[in-house]
């Protein structure tokens, strides 16, 4: 597959040296996701701040892009808030989903946009949306659990 030359380093940048790849001791939230359609595999563990997110860490194996893609999302989503990160995620899978059409917006998914090009190529989506859909999953679950938590306090 053919992307653009300068997206390409920045995936390969992000998959040599990828950020936040060390799982954090006792998490609000993990969540284990595989794309078996290529094989790649991701465990992501989930820490809030109150609505902030104050880190998502990870460890997984499987191709450079499912790889890149989940270093990108572990540090764009960290410092937002859950609603921040839940509509930037959505921005990336509408981006990956548009079939090339929407290059993204750099301002809002930062290094995000570089896997623009990987919506042409409908194999390699799941590659890339692995990391998000699995923080998605994550921020889904740690909202609840505190949703619950303050709940109970009420009592
Ligand atoms: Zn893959």
Redesign the pocket.
């Known amino acids: 597959m053919e992307l653009d030359s300068l997206y390409q380093e920045v995936i390969l940048e992000h998959y040599k040296r990828p950020l936040n790849k060390a799982l954090s001791a006792n998490p609000l939230v993990q969540v284990h996701h595989i794309?078996t359609s290529?094989?790649?595999e991701i465990t992501l563990n989930l820490d809030m701040d109150g609505e902030v997110i104050k880190s998502i860490t990870w460890d997984g194996v499987?191709?450079s892009?499912?790889q890149a893609s989940t270093s990108v999302v572990s540090d764009l989503l960290s410092g937002k808030t859950s609603s921040e990160a839940m509509a930037l995620i959505e921005e990336f899978q509408v981006m990956l989903q548009s079939k090339g059409s929407d290059l993204g917006n750099e301002d809002n998914l930062g290094d995000g946009v570089a896997f623009a090009g990987v919506a042409k190529f409908p194999a390699?989506v799941?590659?890339a949306l692995?990391g998000w859909m699995a923080s998605k999953d994550a921020i889904s679950q740690a909202v609840a659990k505190i949703n619950g938590l303050s709940s109970e306090e009420k009592r």
């Open positions: 794309n290529c094989g790649d499987g191709c892009i499912s390699r799941k590659c692995l």
